[in-house]
């Protein structure tokens, strides 16, 4: 796996979070988010919070997010287990994401 394939892996090299078209037709950017607060476990969640950018790639316009993805005892811990994530799940998380929005829009 190259030192990018994975979403901690590509913040790190590029400085800036991964854009992946959706299976919408739209241009999404993937960033981590990590609750400041523990659950009633005493686990912290983190998740990947897809920006949905204008046609024209100067705006955002929306936005979708996963589940908590990943667990950790610690802020820490759970921002490095979500970094792990091959950009190839980030995506398959966003199209499924895409997915549960189009259901939830039928109703």
Not at 75 to 85: F, K, P
Request: no cysteine; charged share 30%.
């Amino acid at each position: 796996m190259t030192e990018d394939a994975t979403l901690g892996g590509y913040l790190d090299l590029h400085d800036r979070p991964p854009a992946f078209r959706g299976a919408d037709g739209k241009a999404y950017s993937a960033a981590i988010y990590v609750d400041d607060d523990p659950d009633e476990h005493g686990r912290y969640g983190a998740a990947v919070l897809f920006v949905r950018w204008s046609d024209a790639g100067d705006r955002p316009v929306g936005h979708l997010e996963t589940p908590y993805l990943v667990f950790g005892e610690s802020l820490e811990e759970a921002d490095a287990g979500i970094r792990q994530l091959s950009l190839h799940e980030v995506k398959a998380h966003l199209d499924r994401a895409i997915a549960a929005e189009k259901e939830r829009s039928v109703w």
